[in-house]
Each structure stands twice: as structure tokens, then as C-alpha cells.
């Protein structure tokens, strides 16, 4: 049963890191771009460095972006699981 409720919050953790037109196209991003630091997405999103900051730490909470950290710098990138999802959200068709 435990295992069960584990699922469950793990799937709402990952669906609120995926909530979000930034964060999916961050996402996106990081697939065709990797290595990304904080500002280069703010850039890429058209919004202010707070704002981004937000969006990727809900992704890296989810476990679909992961940071290396470069001196003063931090590196964003894709997990597998946030792979995994672009192989999902490619599969959709509109």
C-alpha cells in the first residue's frame, strides 16, 4: 500500500513540474540545446530571471532537469525522465 501512495505523490510531483507552457518548452529547449545555465533560459523564455528560476526548480524537484554546478555557475539539463516525457509529448498528435 505504501508503495501505492509513493506512486501517487511521485505523479503529482511530475505533473506539476510539467504544468506549465514554460516549463514544457524548457524542456524542449534542453533536448535541442543542452547545458543551459539560468539566464540563457530566462533569455530563451522571454522572462525574468525569478520567474525561471521557479519553473526549473519545479522540473528539477520532478526529477526532469538536473543541475551540475560550475564554480558560480549552474548547468541545466535533461534527466531521463525528462527524455522519457519528450518521447511522450512527441507521441501526442493534435
Same mark, same amino acid.
Given at each position: #500500500?505504501?508503495?501505492?501512495?509513493? /506512486? ?15 516549463? =514544457? ?13 539560468? $539566464? $540563457?533560459?530566462? $533569455? ?13 526548480? /519545479? #522540473? ?6 538536473? /543541475? ?5 555557475? =549552474? =548547468?541545466?539539463?535533461?534527466?531521463? /525522465? ?10 501526442? $498528435?493534435?
Amino acid at each position: #500500500m505504501i508503495e501505492y501512495e509513493q /506512486k501517487i505523490k511521485y505523479l503529482e510531483l511530475l505533473t506539476r513540474g510539467l504544468a506549465h507552457h514554460h516549463r =514544457i518548452r524548457t524542456l524542449l529547449r534542453l533536448d535541442s540545446i543542452t547545458d543551459q545555465t539560468l $539566464e $540563457e533560459i530566462a $533569455e530563451y523564455l522571454n522572462t525574468d530571471y525569478k520567474n525561471a528560476s521557479q519553473h526549473v526548480q /519545479k #522540473m528539477h524537484r520532478a526529477g526532469l532537469v538536473s /543541475k551540475k554546478y560550475q564554480g558560480h555557475t =549552474i =548547468i541545466h539539463s535533461l534527466t531521463n /525522465k525528462g527524455r522519457e516525457f519528450l518521447l511522450f509529448y512527441n507521441s501526442i $498528435e493534435l
